[in-house]
C-alpha cells in the first residue's frame, strides 16, 4: 500500500520560512513526476511547484523566486522549501505522485502565514 504523508507546515510570520517534506512510503515505480499543490479557503486547488523524473522543475508564477522544490529518491522524499512567505501563501498544502497507472495524494499539512 502506498501512502504519501506530509509534515513541516505550521503557522510562520510574514517573511518567514517553512520547509515542507513529503515521505512516500510502498513502493512506487517509474515516478514521473512529483508535485505540491495547495488550496486556500474558497478556492481551487492550483499547482505549487513540480519536479519531474529529470528533475526539471516548474512553479507558479507566484511563488517563483521564492519556493524551491527537489527530491531524494534515495529517500522517495520530496521537499518544498517556502522563503519570504507571504499571507496569500496561507493554505493547505497537499502533495502529488504520479506514477504509471496511479495518482497519488498524500493528506495535506495546512500553513498559515501571519501578517
Known amino acids: 500500500q502506498v501512502q504519501l504523508v506530509e509534515s513541516g507546515g505550521g503557522l510562520v510570520q510574514s517573511g518567514g520560512s517553512l520547509r515542507l517534506s513529503c515521505a512516500i512510503s510502498?513502493?512506487?515505480?517509474?515516478?514521473?513526476?512529483m508535485t505540491w499543490y495547495r488550496q486556500a479557503p474558497g478556492k481551487q486547488r492550483e499547482l505549487v511547484a513540480r519536479i519531474s523524473s529529470g528533475g526539471s522543475t516548474n512553479y507558479v508564477d507566484s511563488v517563483k523566486g521564492r519556493f524551491t522544490i527537489s527530491r531524494d529518491n534515495a529517500q522517495n522524499t520530496v521537499y518544498l522549501q517556502m522563503n519570504s512567505l507571504k499571507p496569500e501563501d496561507t493554505a493547505v498544502y497537499y502533495c502529488?505522485?504520479?506514477?504509471?497507472?496511479?495518482?497519488?495524494w498524500g493528506q495535506g499539512t495546512q500553513v498559515t502565514v501571519s501578517s
Open positions: 502529488n505522485v504520479q506514477s504509471p497507472y496511479r495518482n497519488d
Open positions: 510502498g513502493r512506487l515505480f517509474n515516478i514521473y513526476s
